[in-house]
């Protein structure tokens, strides 16, 4: 174990708690409460930890991709907190990982798209995966799949191209379902209770970005 990976390891479960408790304030609640320490804290403690682990684990011999996946890396365990807390993905994040991919591509510095064609493709299946997704979710009824969903979809394609945005989808879909199923087993939700989808498309995405070689 290298001393970046234990680096990584403890500075974002310190992340993930520090992003829990902005999590619990941010956006403020309607009744003005904050949540306290409770399951979803350690969740997302856990998520910190590994997010980042995985990372150096993939990219440690190139400090710019890692550096580069690492600022959104800390944005994505912030919006696993916050959806976790309040089913909510905030525009303030999301969008500015639009504009961070494109700045990354402008600069040369995405490890995932990096020709205009790249782009275009990427761009295509931004638009086109989210709206499908949008468009099967509609007989489900509203909150099937949120608008801060796709944007964060939207995001992530145009910064890790189209194969691995797919692999995104897969994955959450993968993660939603076992997770689904074990709070059913566990009779922590029902078979009519919400659950965010943000958080499992969020570790599809951190799977797509650090263990999927695409697709």
């Given at each position: 174990?290298?001393?970046?990976?234990?680096?990584?390891?403890?500075?974002g479960g310190a992340w993930g708690f520090v992003a829990d408790r902005i999590g619990a304030r941010w956006p403020a609640?309607?009744?003005?409460?904050?949540?306290?320490?409770?399951?979803?804290?350690?969740?997302?403690?856990?998520?910190?930890?590994?997010?980042?682990?995985?990372?150096?684990?993939?990219?440690?011999?190139?400090?710019?991709?890692?550096?580069?996946?690492?600022?959104?890396?800390?944005?994505?365990?912030?919006?696993?907190?916050?959806?976790?807390?309040?089913?909510?993905?905030?525009?303030?994040?999301?969008?500015?990982?639009?504009?961070?991919?494109?700045?990354?591509?402008?600069?040369?510095?995405?490890?995932?798209?990096?020709?205009?064609?790249?782009?275009?493709?990427?761009?295509?299946?931004?638009?086109?995966?989210?709206?499908?997704?949008?468009?099967?979710?509609?007989?489900?009824?509203?909150?099937?799949?949120?608008?801060?969903?796709?944007?964060?979809?939207v995001g992530v394609g145009l910064l890790a191209g189209a194969a691995r945005l797919v692999a995104t989808v897969l994955?959450?879909?993968?993660?939603?379902?076992?997770?689904?199923?074990?709070?059913?087993?566990?009779?922590?939700?029902?078979?009519?209770?919400?659950?965010?989808?943000?958080?499992?498309?969020?570790?599809?995405?951190?799977?797509?970005?650090?263990?999927?070689?695409?697709?």
């Amino acid at each position: 174990m290298t001393p970046l990976l234990v680096l990584a390891a403890v500075t974002g479960g310190a992340w993930g708690f520090v992003a829990d408790r902005i999590g619990a304030r941010w956006p403020a609640h309607e009744d003005g409460s904050t949540r306290p320490v409770d399951w979803r804290t350690l969740a997302v403690i856990v998520a910190g930890i590994l997010a980042p682990t995985f990372l150096v684990l993939r990219y440690e011999s190139d400090p710019a991709t890692l550096a580069y996946l690492g600022v959104l890396v800390v944005a994505l365990i912030l919006l696993f907190a916050t959806d976790l807390d309040q089913r909510l993905l905030p525009d303030v994040i999301t969008l500015p990982i639009v504009a961070y991919a494109l700045l990354g591509f402008a600069g040369g510095l995405g490890p995932f798209v990096r020709t205009p064609g790249d782009l275009l493709v990427a761009a295509i299946a931004a638009v086109a995966i989210p709206g499908l997704l949008y468009l099967v979710s509609i007989p489900f009824g509203a909150g099937a799949i949120g608008l801060g969903d796709l944007k964060l979809l939207v995001g992530v394609g145009l910064l890790a191209g189209a194969a691995r945005l797919v692999a995104t989808v897969l994955i959450g879909a993968l993660a939603a379902a076992l997770g689904i199923a074990i709070l059913l087993a566990l009779r922590r939700i029902r078979l009519k209770s919400y659950v965010p989808y943000g958080p499992f498309l969020i570790i599809g995405a951190i799977w797509a970005l650090t263990i999927s070689r695409g697709l």
